[in-house]
Structures are given as C-alpha cells and as structure tokens.
C-alpha cells in the first residue's frame, strides 16, 4: 500500500511540473509584460532596465528553474501590476471564490435533487417537461449570457437584487471575509450563485432522473411494492436515497471544477474572486499572479483525483493489486 | 394663506434648501483599477486620476486643463530660464497631521526620480531641487524648459516624516519582494482620504475635513469606486442605480443610457489622437509583395494611402458620430489646428498616385491593430482595410490584445511591423512630446529620440525645431515654431492622423460632473443631489 500511495504521489508531481511547464511556456504568447508595468512614453533605457531586473532576459529553461526553485519554497514573486505579494493578492480574493462556489453548489444540490426526482416520478406530466426543457437551458446557454439576462431581469427592470460586486462584507479572523451575513452579502449571493450553478444544476437533475429510473425498476422496490408499503415510503425512504450514493460523489468532485471554472461568473458580477483576478491579470499580462493561480488550480484538481484514487483502493483491494502488478 | 401654511412652506423651502446641500455618497465605477496607492508605482490614467483625491502636486490643472496654483500658491522663472522658484501653500496638513513644507518636495523628487518608480521623467534627471527655506524651494535646471511644471498636476508630494516612518522611503519596483507600506496607504494633502483600499476590488474615500480649500467645489462626504471590467455589467449598475458614475460607456450603449430615466451620458473629445503610421526606414517591408524596396519611402504611396482614407465614413460607421477627424497629430485643446486640414478624401487622386509611383495594380502588405486598446480599434482597421482595397492595396490585418500588439511594434519589439494603428496623449499636455517621441528621427541609438516613432519618420528638419521649441520661453515664437513642425510632417505625409476619439462617461441625473478631456474622472468638482 505504501508503494503504491509514493506511486500515486510522484505521479501528481510530475502532472503538477508539467501544468507549470506548459503554462510557463504559453505565458511567452500573452505578450510583454513590461509594457504593460511602463507607460508608452518611458524611456526605453529603462524599459530594458525593468526588463532586466524582472530576469524577462534570461533563457527560458532559466526562467522555469527559478520559477519553480521559487514555488517549491511557496514563494510566487509579487505581481507587476498591484506591486504586492502575490500569495496575498490570492488569499485575499480566496473566501470570496469559496463562498460563491459553496452557495452554488448549494443551489445546484437543493434544486437540482427535487427537480430530478419529479421529471422521475411524474415522467408525463407537463411540468416535468418544463424542467426537462430548462435542463436543456441550462445546458446550452453560455454562462455570461446566463449572467447578462439575471441582471437585466433582476437588477436593471425589477431592481431587486444587486448586479455586482459582494455587498457588506463582515471580517472574522484575520483574512476570512464573508458575505454570508449581512443582508446586501446574502442578496449579492444570489444571482452569480444561480449562473454559476445552473450548469451543475442540470447535471445532477438528470443524474438523478437517469439514477431513480434505475432503482426504481429494480427487484426490491417490486418487492416493496408487493409487501404493501406506501408509494412515498418506497419512493423517498428506499428509491431516493439509493439513488444519492453516486450523485454526492460526482457533487464532490464537481466542487473543483465549480472553483476552477467561476472565471466567467466572477467577471459577469464583477465578484471580487481569484478568478477574476486571474482574468485581470491575463489581460494585464501579470505572469506571477497566472503562474500561481494556475498552479493551485492544478494543485486542486491533483489532490482531488489523488484523494479519490487512494479511497479506491483503499475501499477496493482488488484495485490496489492490479496498479501493484504493473 | 394662513400662518400656518406660510410656516410649513418655510419649513419645506428649508429642508429643501438642506437636502441639497446635504453631503452625499458618490459611488463610481471604472473600467480599469487602481492599481496601486503608491503615486509612483504606475503611470495610467485611471490610476492617477484616482490618486489626485488623496494627493495634489505644486500645480492643478482646472475644469479645462488649464494650470492653476495647487500646492504652490505662486512660481518664478529667472531671467535666463534656469533657475524656477516655488512658493509654497502655508498651513497645509497632510491628513496624518503632518505639516507640508519644502522638505516633502524636496522628499517627493528625489523619491519620484529613485529606481522603481515610473514617473522619473516629472523632474528632469539633471535638475537640482534645493530647499531656501520651509515655503521656498528652488529648481535648477542645465537646460531650460518652459514647460518644466506642466506634468506637475500628477507628480504628487509625499510626506516625508510620514514615508520614514513607515519605511517607503523608496518606490516599490516591479521586481520587489516586499511592497512598501505607501502601496496600500495614502497619505496626501488632497480633498478625499482614503478609509479603506483592497487593490482591484473596492476603495472608499472620505471626505477630507482639514484641506486647506476652505470652500470646495463638491459636496461629497464619500467616494466608494468599484472597478467593473465587464461593459454589460458596468452599463447595468448605472441604470439599475447602483452606481452614480461610470466609465467609459461602450458606444453601442450610449443610447440605452440616454433613454433611460435615470442616467445619461457625458460625450466630449479626448486628447488622445488616434493615427496610422508607416514604415519608411526597412529596404523592404516585412510582410509585403514588394521586394527588394520599401514602397512608403516613396511620398506619392504616403499621400495615396493618407488620401484612400474616407475619415468621415469612419466618424459616422464606425465611430457612430462620436470622434473629432483631426489634422494634426495633437489634439485641438492641447495645440490650436486653425489653418490646418486633412488632404482630401479621393480614391481616383489615390489611385492616380500609387500608377504614378509605379504601382499601377497595387500592392499587399501586413497591418498591425491593436483590439482592446482604443475605442473600436478593430473595427477602425477593418475599415481601413476596405478602403486600401479600393485602390487595390490588399491589407493583411493583424488585429491583436493590446500585450501582443505593444510587444510586436513598440522598441523592445524591434518595432517590427509595416503599417499600424497606435493613439497617443502627450503626457506632457505640450506638443513637444509628441515632436520629440513620435516624429523625431531615431538614428541615433544613444539619443531617446523618436522611440516611440515606430514608423521611423524622419526629418531632420524637423528634428532642429523641436530641439529649439524645447528651450524656447517666448510663447508666440515658440508656437510658431511648432506650426512650422507640424506643416513638415504633413508636407511629409509622414503620418496618417486619423481622429480624436470621444470620452464617454455615464452619469446619474442625480449628479453634475465637469468632463475633461484628459479623461480623469475627478470628484473635486462633482455635485451631487
């Protein structure tokens, strides 16, 4: 088991080094970040001055080894636009990108779970349908114009909920903000909650469906049905919660990517987050804040994958002896 | 009417009378950032327009840009231009308690000239800053320079006692390890404090009791700006009146805006002029069907190009009515164009020209744009694109993001591009700067001449004005030396200036706001009911 867990762990070290290779590299087509820390009428002496200092001169290879000494010892350089630490700038942003992703993921599970299991029992009928064609909304429609469309209907016409931003934000400790409560931080909630998890929403509507459909043509619940036990207590006491083993795992591993992927969401409502900022920095060509962020995004995904895998095998042997004989 | 009615009007009359005079929250929301509190980690626009409510330099610049006292209620210039002397504001407090004197300008220019800032060329490298007494300080200069004060409304004076305290004695350079206390803290003489700052996400101004004007033009007790980057949702905050100010409004939304019942929009030019410029110093362009000799060191190809171009089609299509076609590469408020004009809009003269040069089927060649610079950047280009077509010059357009675009064109790119788009503010407000950056020659490596003249338009000519506009203190014989500058380059059809672009502000009905054409968003001057 031991060897295995040192496998797994080399193995997320070498995906970590590879993400930080291929982003390192990528990094050189965003453009010069140096025209972006000067103005357009610095004299070029100092241009090449600021080029220098930065280390933008050496060799790539050169870059990348002091890029990655440097975030081996957790340190990410300080960021050319805001001259501040970058770790700083990110752990500032982090609670606002948690909050919004829990919230989502929140709304996905509560409206998700019901509305599957309706369009389940009540196949046929028209409201069924409806959610069936709002899956498919949800789908298909891009997030930003998800976004666009709540904060022209809820913001700009009815004017009841805010179009941007976190509200009143309340400190507790010494760097966790939260918006969870205050009255204008819940109501900000709302709206980007909604764009961000009406993706995930879907997915777990018809996961759900997909899942109740199973269990409920399998043999006990005919059996169940046979003992003469109420239509409810079959439904929600033995097909429902059968049904719930598989969608809070891939509710689990979702929360990454809900992370990963709450770009969009935070620049539609100008959510003060770390993919925001992430944005921000790509268009101002800020490499030490994009470098960190897309390490710990891939930090992220690997420990969530390595952790999956190391439950696996430690609840399945079988697999264990399977990845040993290779 | 009874005595009791009159009372009650009273009453209302004054409690209206309060109301309007009632000190107010004013909530702004931009575009860009601002970036750092440290007045000389960034030199943007937004950044300093920002950092001129808690800041102010020896001079403002008023409603039109025109210079006034800030800091220094009044200035000399010696007879032989050397030496200038600043007498300095008595009784002004920075908002930490600190009295200003001498000693923070002194502070202030050493600091703004240390490695790490970005504002080194306010104070010129050479001149000396010398203390006479607590309210005088003197510049002395090797060279003189008429124009020595005008970057000064945005060369903001530090504290000295406060910077030493805190350890700031230095700008934080791009390359730091630790950030100096003055990039998350302010602590200016300015109109507005700063209560709170989280870079990139919120900053709140309070109102600034003790500054030293004891009548202000505004009656805000409180600024929160928020920096929206997304167009749609920057437009939606303004008309769901969640915020009083934005800025800019996207061209396409100006109308929305304006029929909405609540906010409308501020237009006016801006000092920016936006222009094309050539390749005349390559033997052979980089990306061309001409080989073996660059055709735009012919002027006849210069001038067909210049007059391919229909500016109007572009104010109306592109522009939506919204830009100010321009002659000059400098805009009106900054050098009077009376007596200038553009060449004529003439696809058959062009035609004519390109035969004349030898080109009688035209010829294809690359083009670089920028696409999230300038307003409508992209689409200026595609425009050009169709009307090179027309007289059968195929444009390969390169429209790219503004990191690439700079990176490619500009010196550390190798300026490596044929035919481009670039927009250009003096930051000098002078026409010297743009003498000297754009149009100078840049055959002399050790000189910084021309660095920004991507093109390599060169004449020398042109280059012995600038040099005696610089030192010239006369004002009627230093503008016309500049207009003698300017009619060069256009004999030269060195350039293709093509517009001054709008400002777009969105503003709540609720708030009275003086646009200037710098484009600093400031509330000194704002009302709001």
Same mark, same amino acid.
């Given at each position: ?13 070498? =995906? ?30 100092? =241009? ?69 299991? !309706? ?32 904060? !022209? ?66 043999? !006990? ?25 598989? =969608? ?79 | ?36 509190? /440290? ?40 007879? $032989? ?28 220019? $050493? ?67 630790? &950030?100096? #206390? ?48 997304? /167009? ?46 050539? /390749? ?14 660059? &055709? ?64 009688? /089927? ?7 744009? &920028?696409? $999230? ?32 675009? #700079? ?18 503010? &003096? ?39 600038? $040099? ?62």
């Amino acid at each position: 088991m031991l060897a295995f867990i040192l496998r797994r762990l080399f193995q997320s070290l070498i =995906v970590m080094l590879s993400v930080a290779l291929i982003a390192f590299a990528m990094f050189r087509f965003v453009g010069d970040p140096v025209n972006q820390i000067v103005s357009i009428d610095t004299p070029q002496a100092q =241009v090449a001055e600021i080029r220098r200092s930065l280390g933008l001169d050496d060799p790539f290879l050169v870059q990348f080894g002091r890029y990655i000494y440097n975030a081996a010892r957790l340190e990410f350089g300080v960021s050319y636009q805001f001259r501040l630490p970058v770790i700083s700038l990110l752990g500032e942003r982090a609670p606002a990108t948690l909050e919004l992703a829990f919230c989502s993921a929140l709304f996905s599970l509560a409206v998700g779970i019901p509305m599957g299991v !309706y369009t389940a029992l009540r196949r046929e009928s028209p409201l069924a349908k409806l959610f069936q064609a709002i899956s498919l909304v949800g789908i298909s429609l891009p997030t930003f114009l998800i976004g666009i469309l709540l904060i !022209y209907l809820f913001s700009v016409t009815l004017g009841w909920l805010p179009s941007f931003g976190r509200g009143e934000v309340v400190k507790i400790g010494s760097w966790w903000t939260t918006g969870l409560l205050t009255g204008s931080g819940l109501k900000a909630l709302i709206l980007p909650s909604i764009t961000l998890g009406l993706f995930q929403m879907t997915l777990i509507m018809r996961l759900v469906r997909a899942e109740m459909l199973e269990v409920l043509r399998a043999d !006990y619940i005919k059996f169940a049905r046979a003992r003469g036990l109420k239509t409810r207590a079959i439904h929600f006491g033995h097909a429902l919660k059968n049904t719930l083993v598989p =969608v809070i795992t891939i509710a689990g591993l979702q929360l990454g990517s809900i992370i990963a992927f709450a770009i969009i969401t935070e620049t539609v409502f100008q959510w003060p987050g770390m993919g925001q900022l992430f944005l921000r920095s790509v268009q101002n060509v800020d490499i030490p804040i994009m470098a960190a962020y897309l390490m710990l995004i891939s930090f992220l995904f690997v420990s969530i994958n390595l952790a999956v895998d190391l439950l696996y095998a430690l609840v399945d042997p079988r697999l264990r002896a399977t990845v040993g004989a290779h | 009417m009874s005595f009791k009615t009159h009372c009650l009007a009273a009453v209302a009359a004054l409690a209206l009378i309060c109301g309007s005079a009632q000190a107010q929250t004013l909530r702004y929301a931009n575009q860009g950032e601002l970036k750092s509190l /440290d007045p000389y980690t960034v030199n943007e626009t937004t950044t300093h327009a920002h950092l001129g409510h808690p800041y102010e330099g020896l001079i403002r610049r008023g409603k039109n840009l025109e210079i006034l006292p800030g800091l220094a209620e009044k200035w000399e210039v010696s007879a $032989d231009g050397l030496t200038w002397r600043f007498f300095l504001r008595k009784g002004v407090k920075f908002h930490g308690g600190e009295d200003f004197t001498a000693d923070d300008v002194v502070f202030s220019a $050493d600091r703004s000239r240390a490695p790490g800032s970005n504002v080194q060329t306010r104070v010129p490298t050479g001149a000396k800053v010398v203390k006479i007494d607590d309210y005088t300080v003197d510049f002395q200069l090797p060279s003189p320079n008429p124009i020595l004060h005008y970057q000064w409304d945005t060369w903001y004076i530090m504290s000295k006692k406060w910077a030493e305290a805190n350890n700031s004695t230095q700008p934080t350079p791009a390359n730091a390890t630790t &950030p100096t #206390f003055a990039s998350l803290n302010a602590n200016g003489t300015g109109a507005f404090k700063v209560e709170s700052h989280q870079p990139g996400v919120k900053t709140v101004y309070k109102v600034n009791e003790n500054w030293w004007n004891k009548n202000p033009e505004h009656n805000l007790k409180e600024i929160i700006f928020t920096p929206i980057a997304s /167009d749609a949702t920057r437009v939606a905050a303004l008309l769901s009146g969640e915020v009083d100010v934005i800025e800019p409004v996207p061209i396409q939304d100006i109308q929305r805006v304006n029929a909405s019942a609540n906010a409308q929009v501020l237009t006016g030019p801006e000092l920016r002029t936006i222009f094309l410029g050539m /390749d005349q110093v390559r033997d052979e362009l980089l990306e061309s069907s001409v080989k073996g000799k660059n &055709p735009f060191k012919d002027i006849r190809v210069r001038q067909a190009f210049y007059q391919a171009i229909d500016i109007e089609t572009i104010k109306s299509r592109v522009m939506r009515g919204l830009s100010t076609p321009s002659p000059l590469m400098i805009a009106p408020e900054l050098f009077p164009s009376t007596g200038f004009t553009r060449a004529k809009f003439d696809s058959a003269a062009a035609k004519k020209l390109l035969v004349d040069a030898g080109y009688p /089927d035209g010829f294809e060649l690359g083009m670089d744009c &920028p696409n $999230d610079r300038y307003v409508n950047d992209g689409a200026i280009c595609q425009a050009v694109v169709g009307m090179l077509a027309r007289i059968g010059v195929k444009v390969n357009l390169n429209a790219q993001p503004k990191g690439q675009y #700079f990176g490619k064109v500009l010196k550390p790119g190798g300026y490596k591009t044929s035919f481009y788009l670039l927009g250009w503010t &003096p930051g000098t407000s002078d026409a010297h700067n743009v003498l000297f950056d754009i149009m100078g020659c840049r055959d002399n490596p050790a000189s910084s001449r021309g660095e920004s003249n991507v093109g390599g338009y060169c004449n020398k000519k042109l280059d012995a004005l600038t $040099d005696q506009i610089l030192v010239e203190a006369d004002k009627a014989k230093r503008d016309a030396m500049i207009r003698e500058a300017f009619q060069l380059s256009i004999d030269d059809f060195g350039y293709i200036p093509l517009h001054q672009q709008a400002l777009a502000w969105g503003v709540s009905k609720k708030v009275k706001l003086p646009q200037r054409a710098d484009n600093a968003v400031n509330f000194q001057y704002a009302i709001k009911e």
